[in-house]
């Protein structure tokens, strides 16, 4: 039986020493130590020994079962060490490789132009500020200085929330939350989204952008807002750009005009940007109504303002030449990639 044990001893730890894998020398655990391996079957026979053979033949036993599982110990670590050394080899980088191609996301080119209005009237000293898209009745229209018959105010015109809640039709409201927020000296440029209930066409979206303008101090005229809107009109279209007031119409001020550059394309000659007559109508602007001062706690009497709006969305088109707003709005990448 000793025989049996250390020839035992030396096949198993012949067979640990040729292993080559973790799984290899699991194998050999459980062939030769497990519950059903070589020694299990060896020690069952011990029942047949005597008295005097069976410690003797225990000892042995335990060395052998010892000596086993250094062997198995010292093969583990150095296997380890084997496969680590496999798998690196394994994965070695071929730095000739074609690479992945990386996608670079870009700005839209909505985002690029008013990113660009932020920046010109920003260096003129305005303030950015944001305000909601779900707009009061009394913010969209009332504190305006909107007649009630105003057709604006229509259902068809206008998105009901519900009586007194609207989507917002324009920017202008927030000349409103400005002047009641904040004491004048007040200068400030508000860009977002606007709604009407407009059917989508190539010049028309239910959902478009606007910025508005609005500066509130002691002795602001007309004469301030024509400068602003030349600086502007220069900064975003070119330095040759003119620019002219027409008379025109809104609750809100009071003069109004709207507000036409010379062609960004031809200059003023006639081109098809501007169709052929060498303006491009760009704003509407003028002085902010006293009743719209009042409706926001200041004084008509001691302090004045301007106002001016302009939609981006077909600023952005004329720039570029694109010839359909929707185009904006559907966000495939082989569209906006080309600005
Ligand atoms: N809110 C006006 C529009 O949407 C534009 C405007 C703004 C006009 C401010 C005058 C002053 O048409």
């Not at 960004?264 to 491009?280: A, D, H, M």
């Not at 006293?290 to 088109?317: H, K």
């Not at 709005?329 to 600005?339: A, L, P």
């Amino acid at each position: 039986m000793e025989q049996r044990l250390k020839a035992l001893e030396e096949k198993a730890i012949a067979e640990i020493k040729k292993a080559d894998s973790t799984t290899d020398l699991e194998k050999a655990r459980v062939h030769y130590l497990g519950k059903k391996g070589e020694l299990t079957e060896i020690l069952r026979g011990m029942g047949s020994l005597s008295k005097e053979e069976r410690p003797i033949v225990g000892k042995v036993a335990n060395i052998v079962r010892a000596n086993i599982e250094n062997a198995l110990e010292e093969s583990k670590t150095s296997i380890k060490d084997k496969e680590l050394h496999r798998k690196l080899k394994a994965e070695t980088i071929d730095v000739t490789m074609p690479g992945k191609e990386v996608k670079v996301g870009k700005r839209h080119p909505l985002t690029q132009a008013m990113d660009d209005l932020k920046n010109i009237f920003i260096s003129m000293g305005f303030k950015v500020v944001e305000g909601p898209e779900v707009e009061t009745v009394y913010y969209n229209f009332d504190a305006l200085n909107a007649p009630k018959n105003h057709p604006s105010r229509d259902m068809s015109d206008t998105f009901y929330i519900n009586e007194n809640t609207v989507l917002r039709t324009q920017t202008s409201p927030m000349q409103v939350r400005v002047m009641e927020d904040e004491k004048p000296p007040i200068r400030i440029v508000s860009l977002g989204r606007c709604f009407r209930n407009d059917t989508p066409d190539a010049t028309h979206s239910p959902m478009f952008h606007q910025i508005e303008g609005l500066v509130v101090d002691k002795g602001i005229t007309m004469g301030d807002l024509k400068g602003t809107l030349e600086v502007f009109a220069k900064n975003f279209f070119g330095p040759d750009t003119k620019i002219k007031f027409r008379p025109h119409n809104f609750p809100f001020t009071e003069p109004s005009a709207e507000v036409d550059a010379t062609c960004f394309k031809c200059g003023g000659e006639g081109c098809s940007v501007c169709k052929g007559n060498g303006w491009i109508e760009v704003l509407g602007a003028g002085m902010v109504h006293p009743n719209v001062l009042r409706n926001c706690g200041i004084d008509p009497e001691v302090y004045s303002g301007f106002a001016f709006g302009m939609g981006i969305d077909r600023l952005t088109m004329q720039k570029y030449g694109i010839d359909d707003i929707r185009l904006l709005f559907e966000n495939d990448m082989r569209f906006i990639d080309q600005f």
